[in-house]
């Protein structure tokens, strides 16, 4: 049963890393910002993914405040 989880987690993860991955590609940042905000999220998967999530730079769909 462990497995089952943490391969249910593992894909969890990996669709979230990809979704943060195409909405840094497609934000308005310059593209050395991009690179390194994809890096974060490609060699850290959890911290990266929560840290773009506060932190990073938004898509062009969303509203900025």
Do not use: H, N
Not at 8 to 33: D, K, R, Y
Not at 38 to 61: K, N, Q, S
């Amino acid at each position: 049963m462990g497995i089952e989880v943490a391969g249910i987690g593992g894909f969890i993860l990996l669709i979230l890393v990809i979704w943060a991955i195409v909405s840094i590609v497609s934000s308005g940042a310059s593209t050395g910002s991009k690179v390194l905000w994809v890096l974060l999220v490609l060699v850290l998967p959890v911290i990266g993914f929560v840290v773009w999530l506060i932190a990073g730079p938004r898509g062009r769909g969303r509203a900025s405040i």
